[in-house]
């Protein structure tokens, strides 16, 4: 399955520096007394990460025709939401973690007050990246995508923190996760296209893509908690369990959610055929998968 993760290597190697110094430079605020809040922000946006969103925002854009230098402020603005979201996530109110990417997380070490308000400021400075650095109509239409992913999620989350029966239906849960996890992967794929101006059905096979990835690296998250550890994860692992979440593992199995894992994947790189040549990364990024 893995026989391109070179090509998706030098795909990373090749943008991430870019998508870091953009990052860096959203939270310079530069002339500005630095403040508890802007250092709570610059935790949050520049932990080291994998950038996966970001990264999706580069490659539609590269796969539409377009300059991927020219969706920096797209993928700078996703990954501001991605950040927002874990720094809500984590709260004592919501999955209550202290550990993120192997560092503590942001209410541990701001406190919750500080760690709300940065999650709010930087879902903020994320629309206003969009607005100021891109052109006018690009914009309105990469808002919009943003704002509903970012109502999705919240939706999602709602979901899993009302919980489910004992034994709700697949489709309930894998509802419940492309809100939570594969609604903002597939915004990044589409805001890329966007910006690269692409057709419409170029926008809808990156949707048809995004969803089933984002579902794929949501039950990836779901066997890791199983099966991992805290040293592969960067975070307690275990934890899913100890709260009774029903979690696709745990209503359906774990080799039972591996394959549907698996089955994504394959389905989200055939949803790229219309792009033939010109889905190489993404395709790759697919392959680049590993499920546990």
């Not at 399955?1 to 998508?19: C, K, Q, T, V, W």
Request: proline fraction near 4%; glycine fraction near 8%.
């Amino acid at each position: 399955m893995n026989a391109d993760i070179p090509s998706f290597r030098e795909a990373s190697g090749r943008l991430l520096p870019l998508i870091e110094k953009s990052l860096t430079d959203a939270v310079a605020f530069q002339g500005i007394p630095e403040t508890t809040l802007i250092r709570a922000m610059r935790y949050a946006l520049l932990l080291p990460g994998k950038r996966l969103r970001p990264l999706l925002v580069l490659l539609a854009c590269e796969a539409c025709g377009g300059f991927s230098a020219k969706a920096l402020p797209a993928a700078c603005a996703v990954e501001m939401v991605h950040a927002f979201s874990l720094i809500h996530d984590d709260l004592p109110c919501m999955d209550d973690d202290d550990l993120r990417r192997g560092k503590p997380t942001n209410h541990t070490v701001f406190g919750e007050a500080q760690a709300l308000l940065a999650g709010d400021a930087l879902l903020a400075l994320a629309f206003r990246t969009l607005a100021e650095h891109l052109p006018q109509g690009i914009a309105s239409s990469c808002v919009h995508e943003l704002a509903q992913a970012s109502l999705a999620m919240a939706g999602g989350q709602s979901l899993d923190m009302e919980g489910f029966g004992d034994n709700p239906p697949r489709g309930e849960i894998e509802g419940m996760e492309r809100k939570k996890t594969g609604a903002l992967i597939t915004a990044a794929l589409e805001m890329g296209g966007i910006v690269a101006e692409a057709s419409q059905e170029h926008l809808a096979a990156l949707r048809e893509y995004g969803w089933r990835i984002g579902l794929a690296f949501q039950i990836m998250d779901d066997l890791l908690d199983v099966e991992g550890s805290q040293e592969d994860t960067g975070k307690r692992v275990g934890k899913d369990a100890e709260k009774g979440k029903r979690t696709l593992p745990a209503i359906i199995g774990v080799e039972r959610s591996r394959k549907r894992a698996e089955q994504l994947i394959e389905e989200a790189c055939s949803a790229l055929e219309i792009f033939q040549s010109g889905s190489t990364m993404l395709l790759s990024l697919a392959n680049f998968i590993e499920v546990p």
